[in-house]
């Protein structure tokens, strides 16, 4: 293949794929955006993040060398290329990073050798456009990284002045403060050789791009100036797919490419303009193309606009491009049409794509729809808001009425510091976070994301060293088989007490066990740990087992290592003991109904509410089951009602569960569910449930949790809540097999006892019930009826007893039960009486809250008497407030013990006020 300009962006990732599968490396399929198993990242920002976990030593792959195109996106935190993103030609939200890895393989020679070959044999791009720099530490503590440098010149057409030394900013990877690490070395590419010779300056030119990294993780760091080489070094390789195909079809921009450009010349439609008019507004139309893109793949993931964390960002996303189009004259929801081109140019790649289509669709068009309702009075009040900043002088909007531009209007923070930019001005970006801090702690939401504390992992490491030098284990460290017999036997490999490796434990200590293989299910994709006891096994001769050690969770702290977490309960364990374990069985049977009735509510979501409801979060323990699912709205009762009905059909029809373990793009490609947040090997257990062994499967998941035989197992599946998890996220919660049973016979119980109180039987109770809430409602109207003529009579008595203050007519009266709107009705009473220079006071307490109506002639309020201002002053003393026009009020309180005392002070306040 030659370098050719009309080599298409889909050909160019195939070819990079095919390219190192062809040098023997396993083709991984992009992770969810979502990061699976890491709380650190908001969203998967580097092609090596799913494989993070065998670089930090903490898990193994059945393959040591890997190559994909990664899903990524930057737009918080250190990697947030948000404010570039339309301002120039290069900057993207979501982008794709090809990458090729080795773990523990091939290090620097072959890395740099197939860089160069791809590059220039491959692509064709010629040789001499070509420069790489290398690390040269500047203060001298780290190797210059020569090897790398040698081989650089190793290639054909290289030439040592196109070699480049950088220090640790440039040309240093670490992951973190400790850990691995090592040096890079960077391919850039010179865009304009006519411009003459080339000095290590201009690489961080416009005249530059850099198309390729490659990482060497060759060092461990244990401190600020300690390096400790790995026994096994690894590459990470990073290389933008926007970068070379721009590079690769001649373009100037990543924009003007056939992976972006089909969004502009869809935007383009939509406003039609002119070629010239595209180019003039070409940062809007930009934005756009990125933003259409980065929100198809965000929702086709899972992730749905809301309010915190990852949503916020979606929810940012749409709105944001939304508003550019604005700017086009697109002023009705567009960016659907854009994502419908975004899902025809990627669908190949990403099925999840088209899978999804009608959900992402549905969800685009929804929340521009949201955005379109507020937009206009956000913008006012943002306008306003800049207006006052300028007049003061001032240059930047207070992170507090950013916040409440974004709570009371929608408005992103971007958009606001958009709008602002526009006129010069800014915001205060951490008065704003600060702002809405406090706002979800006042609303109860608490923070969006957690942290994930690290945890020293070298004794784990040590000790499967130790087990395999002496071949206990193998390289794949202990045996994980959680689908095997409920009851093994093995050896009592090692034991850690109070974080130290022991050889023995005493009662009421609280240890991690190790074993040669474990059939115990450990905490995944919402699924908790098994539990159970392991006990020391019965020595030849001996009547009764020995120690027992009472299991309660499960940890994986390096690979290959896993620990069983108890406490002793008798005895004292020692390692090499043989031991019997025993897994609690009924728990287990109660999670795996449990767990087969999610598969089967997710099923019965999509039937009754649509495809679009698609699972965003679940527990599946042994007395309940909760599943989050991404709906803009409450569900009915209609709806909860068949869903409920659809998963009991078809857990009666008692449908057999097949598994099978199959390649995770065939699965994908055949119709399963991934689920974002979820962590996938290549190879993955598909569990499919169908109405008949011939018929598609209604239900069809990538799950590793455990399992019934057939749905028949469910027994009985009952909703008991249904409620909003997140914006945009619902949750149902329901039972099954024996909790089912227990929460019907609670319920049949209290109905029966419901029935024989009313004198009724079950079948009969609503009907008994109605009538009796009928009869209740009659007497409490009559009642009302009787003390609304009881305040009447005393009221004609209370009449009489007016008093006059400085020639007004003022009553203040306390009635005992009469509700609000017998005292208005006394209120009229009075002012038919005394139509002028009249004031009433009347107060009445129902439900031990005290009630005030004030009454004000027309005349007086001319005065200055307002029923308002009084009301206000009679209910202070009563621990309440209220309010209403200047003639007619009404307030409330909370100490009716102060009500005479507080009527008392009346006269006197109207004395006041006609001085």
Not at 43 to 61: E, H, S, W, Y
Request: overall charge negative; aromatic content about 8%; hydrophobic content about 35%.
């Amino acid at each position: 293949m030659s370098y050719s300009e009309n080599l298409t962006g889909n050909a160019i990732r195939k070819t990079f794929i095919e390219y190192f599968k062809d040098k023997g490396h396993t083709f991984v399929p992009s992770s969810s955006l979502v990061p699976g198993g890491d709380a650190t990242l908001l969203f998967t920002n580097a092609g090596m993040v799913q494989f993070k976990d065998v670089f930090l030593g903490t898990d193994k792959r059945d393959y040591t060398r890997a190559a994909n195109s990664q899903k990524c996106m930057r737009v918080a935190g250190k990697h947030n290329d948000l404010d570039d993103v339309g301002r120039d030609d290069t900057h993207h939200t979501f982008f794709e990073m090809l990458g090729n890895w080795s773990f523990g393989d091939y290090h620097k020679k072959e890395a740099i050798e197939w860089g160069w070959d791809l590059l220039t044999n491959v692509w064709g791009l010629p040789q001499e456009q070509l420069y790489a720099t290398v690390f040269k530490d500047e203060q001298s503590e780290i190797p210059t990284d020569e090897e790398a440098a040698d081989y650089w010149k190793q290639q054909p057409g290289m030439t040592p002045d196109r070699i480049f030394y950088l220090g640790r900013k440039e040309n240093f990877w670490e992951m973190a403060e400790t850990g691995p690490c090592g040096p890079c070395s960077e391919i850039h590419y010179d865009l304009h050789p006519q411009d003459g010779s080339v000095s290590v300056d201009d690489l961080d030119t416009d005249r530059f791009v850099e198309l390729w990294n490659l990482v060497f993780i060759q060092y461990n760091r244990l401190g600020p100036s300690e390096l400790k080489p790995l026994p096994a070094t690894h590459v990470d390789t990073g290389m933008g797919l926007d970068r070379i195909v721009s590079v690769l079809q001649n373009a100037n921009s990543n924009y003007r490419t056939d992976l972006l450009y089909p969004l502009i010349e869809t935007t383009q439609k939509l406003t039609g303009h002119s070629r010239e008019e595209v180019d003039s507004n070409f940062t809007p139309y930009r934005v756009i193309a990125d933003h259409a893109r980065a929100a198809t793949f965000l929702v086709a993931d899972g992730v749905v606009p809301g309010n915190m964390g990852r949503n916020y960002i979606t929810r940012m996303i749409i709105r944001r491009g939304y508003r550019f189009g604005g700017m086009l004259g697109l002023h009705e929801p567009f960016l659907a049409k854009v994502a419908e081109t975004v899902i025809e140019n990627y669908g190949t790649a990403y099925p999840e794509l088209p899978h999804n289509r009608q959900t992402i669709l549905d969800t685009i068009t929804r929340e521009e729809e949201q955005f379109q309702r507020t937009l206009d009075r956000a913008t006012d009040q943002l306008a306003a808001l800049l207006d006052d900043l300028e007049k003061q002088g001032k240059k930047t909007l207070s992170g507090e009425q950013a916040a409440d531009l974004y709570t009371t209007y929608g408005m992103p923070l971007e958009i606001t510091r958009d709008i602002a930019q526009e006129r010069q001005l800014d915001v205060d970006q951490t008065g704003f976070n600060q702002a809405m801090e406090a706002h979800r702690q006042a609303s109860g939401a608490g923070k969006a994301m957690g942290a994930l504390g690290g945890e020293d992992v070298e004794i784990y490491r040590q000790i499967r060293a130790d087990l395999q030098e002496r071949e206990i284990i193998d390289a794949n460290g202990v045996v994980y088989d959680p689908y095997g017999s409920l009851e093994f036997e093995g050896k009592l490999l090692a034991l850690i007490v109070d974080g130290r490796t022991a050889e023995e434990a005493a009662p009421g200590d609280l240890v991690e066990v190790l074993l040669p293989e474990t059939h115990f299910y450990i905490e995944a994709g919402g699924q908790v740990s098994d539990t159970g006891i392991v006990v020391e096994t019965p020595r030849q001769g001996a009547s009764a087992e020995g120690w027992q050690i009472r299991i309660n969770d499960l940890r994986k702290p390096a690979a290959g290592i896993i620990t069983h977490v108890g406490e002793v309960i008798s005895g004292n364990p020692k390692v090499g003991d043989d031991v019997t374990v025993r897994i609690d069985a009924q728990r287990r049977k109660d999670i795996m109904r449990n767990h087969t009735a999610t598969h089967l509510l997710h099923y019965a979501l999509d039937k009754v509410l649509g495809s679009h409801a698609r699972q965003a979060g679940s527990l599946v323990a042994p007395d309940r089951l909760r599943f989050d699912f991404t709906h803009p709205e409450a569900l009915t009762a209609d709806e909860l009602e068949q869903i409920e009905a659809i998963v009991n059909a078809r857990v009666l029809e008692d449908h057999p569960l097949k598994i099978q373990h199959k390649p995770l793009q065939q699965a994908i490609e055949e119709g399963a569910r991934a689920l974002f947040g979820e962590k996938y090997e290549e190879t993955v257990r598909n569990i499919t449930i169908s109405a008949d062994e011939e018929e598609t499967p209604f239900s069809n998941e990538l799950c590793g949790g455990t399992h019934c035989e057939s749905t028949g197992e469910i027994g009985t599946f009952i909703i008991t809540s249904e409620g909003s998890a997140a914006a945009g996220i619902r949750r149902i919660e329901a039972v099954t097999g024996r909790e089912a049973y227990k929460l019907i016979q609670r319920r049949f119980k209290v109905l029966n006892h419901a029935a024989a109180t009313l004198a009724t039987t079950p079948g009969q109770l609503l009907e008994r019930a109605a009538a009796t809430i009928a009869d209740l409602s009659d007497v409490r109207k009559k009642v009302r009826d009787l003390r609304q003529r009881l305040a009447s009579a005393d009221f004609t008595r209370v009449l009489e007893e007016t008093a006059a203050v400085n020639g007004v007519d003022v009553l203040t009266a306390h009635f005992k039960e009469a509700d609000a709107d017998t005292l208005r009705q006394m209120a009229d009473r009075f002012r038919q009486r005394y139509p002028e220079n009249g004031v009433a006071v009347l107060a009445s307490v129902v439900d031990e809250r005290p009630i005030i109506i004030v009454a004000v002639t027309e005349d007086l309020v001319k005065r200055g008497v307002k029923a308002g201002d009084l009301v206000k002053f009679v209910a202070k003393p009563l621990g309440g407030g209220g309010g209403g026009r200047p003639t007619l009020a009404q307030a409330g309180g909370k100490d009716p013990s102060k009500i005479d005392e507080a009527l008392a002070s009346v006269p006197k306040w109207v004395e006041e006020k006609l001085k």
